[in-house]
């Protein structure tokens, strides 16, 4: 991972699609096939260490000493260097693999980085496994690092270069020149990354990764902490101030629920749809896997190969899938930025996302009850993103001016009447419209849930206070020296391609 940048400027990371020829997506494809070799190469080194090492308790413990003293020789994981130097020695000495002469004799063309971030993945998924094994790990645990299968993990790799010799930069404002691949065109514009790196930005690495048909391409950058324009601003505009305080309540029915209409945004009451789009691709998403499941496909048991039908309509749903996500993003960011612009204050709920989105059939210690209401929840709660929505909303607020509001996570926000204040003691999830028993008020629940919202929200101290990560984990503010922005200017907002 990136470590924090210096006082005074910041890692910002500037992502977009790539457009390469098919020789160069055959390059970027060998650079991720030897990345993922690199990693799996890495890991082999490290279990059998480990593999070693409990042979040698195992030994002990026949010896006569007890688990626990045999438990305390030291064992040596081999880190990225070692594993480096081990492949230095190795790539082509026939001794190593006499069959093929080397290990590793087609690394001639490969950019040297795409194997050294593969060996450091590998020691960061490590350390992750150990961390949570030692318990000092928050949030959900982690299991032992596995071997990433060709077709199944994410074809990915991470190029760095000299910063001062820079060969990761821009070609005009349409292409993006990286070393051993050459200078690939930019399905958009890279026009602002530019202009980062005339202000006197640093290329600081590049990730490329493909997802379904695409190749993707995020270069982070560590660039002057100037804040912009409307950063100086020090509040929000006059029309933010006459708009006030929006709340929005994060959508089991609809997308989201606002608290007062906003014109294009929501519906006359307030409800935030769906796009429709996204609806159609539904339907065509589910008519490809009913077309994926009448074909031929593979079978492990028998050994039967796909057909070629078969891989089509699959190459077809990757597709889909691909667009869905994209459009999702964007309807996302457009409704973050709508928000963030228009008014003084957001104000959300303070949801644990991990906590609500963790299985609800539970386990066999905890079934879980209501499951059928349950289930249909998290699958909305997830379609909605709330962390992703939070996160957004944190980085683009500070930007036009405007803050962000949390209410209380146990806070009684649909229970209570957004017109009397009167509250229920129990309202089923199966009860759309709210109505008072007090004072007779009727609306919408989750509207009533999102003027609730509004009013009991306090605003976020964007400098300081603590936060938690979807995992349930604490995340420290950044130290003073890092100026006082929020923690997430710093920890590079991962900026959306298509968005604004
Ligand atoms: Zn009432």
Redesign the pocket.
């Given at each position: 991972m990136a470590e924090q940048a210096a006082p005074g400027r910041r890692h910002r990371a500037y992502r977009f699609t790539l457009d390469p020829t098919p020789a160069q997506a055959a390059v970027l494809t060998a650079h991720a096939d030897a990345a993922r070799w690199a990693f799996n190469f890495a890991l082999a080194q490290k279990r059998a260490a480990n593999q070693a090492w409990r042979l040698q308790i195992a030994e002990l413990v026949t010896l006569g000493f007890d688990e626990k003293t045999a438990r305390r020789t030291a064992v040596k994981i081999p880190t990225a260097a070692e594993v480096a130097r081990r492949w230095t020695a190795w790539r082509e000495d026939p001794a190593a693999d006499s069959w093929r002469g080397g290990i590793c004799p087609w690394w001639r063309g490969i950019n040297r980085f795409a194997f050294s971030s593969g060996f450091r993945d590998a020691d960061q998924a490590w350390s992750n496994w150990m961390s949570s094994l030692a318990g000092t790990r928050a949030g959900r645990g982690v299991g032992e690092p596995r071997f990433k299968r060709k077709g199944r993990a994410t074809p990915s790799f991470r190029l760095h270069h000299d910063v001062k010799k820079p060969t990761i930069r821009p070609d005009g404002y349409r292409r993006l020149r990286m070393p051993n691949i050459g200078a690939v065109r930019l399905h958009g514009s890279c026009k602002r990354m530019v202009r980062a790196l005339d202000r006197g930005g640093r290329v600081q690495s590049v990730t490329c990764s493909r997802r379904g048909h695409r190749w993707y391409v995020s270069v982070l950058v560590d660039e002057p902490d100037l804040t912009p324009g409307r950063e100086t601003q020090a509040g929000p505009s006059h029309r933010q101030k006459a708009a006030g305080r929006i709340g929005v309540d994060l959508g089991t029915k609809a997308l989201a629920a606002l608290s007062e209409p906003v014109g294009g945004l929501s519906d006359e009451h307030g409800l935030v749809a769906n796009p429709r789009h996204l609806k159609k691709a539904r339907r065509r998403l589910v008519r490809t896997q009913r077309q994926m499941s009448r074909r031929v496909g593979p079978d492990k048991r028998t050994g039967q190969e796909p057909s070629n039908r078969w891989k089509r309509a699959r190459a077809r749903l990757s597709k889909i899938q691909r667009e869905v996500t994209e459009q999702r993003a964007s309807h996302l960011h457009w409704i973050t930025k709508t928000l963030a612009t228009s008014y003084a204050e957001v104000a959300i709920e303070d949801l644990n996302v991990a906590g609500m989105t963790r299985s609800a059939k539970g386990d066999a210690a905890a079934p879980g009850r209501n499951v059928r209401a349950k289930t249909g929840l998290n699958r909305s709660v997830l379609d909605a993103a709330p962390g992703e929505f939070r996160r957004q909303l944190d980085y683009k607020t500070p930007w036009y001016g405007s803050q962000v509001a949390v209410c209380d996570r146990w806070a009684p926000t649909s229970k209570t009447?957004s017109?009397?204040?009167?509250v229920k003691a129990k309202l089923a999830l199966s009860e759309r419209v709210y109505t008072?028993d007090?004072?007779?008020?009727t609306c919408d629940r989750d509207i009533n849930a999102a003027r609730n919202i509004a009013a009991m929200a306090v605003p976020v101290d964007p400098g300081g206070g603590r936060r938690e990560t979807a995992r349930g984990a604490d995340v420290s503010p950044p130290p003073a020296s890092c100026r006082g922005g929020s923690p997430q200017r710093s920890a590079q907002p991962q900026q959306h391609a298509g968005a604004p």
């Open positions: 009447c017109a009397c204040g009167a008072c007090h004072c007779g008020f």
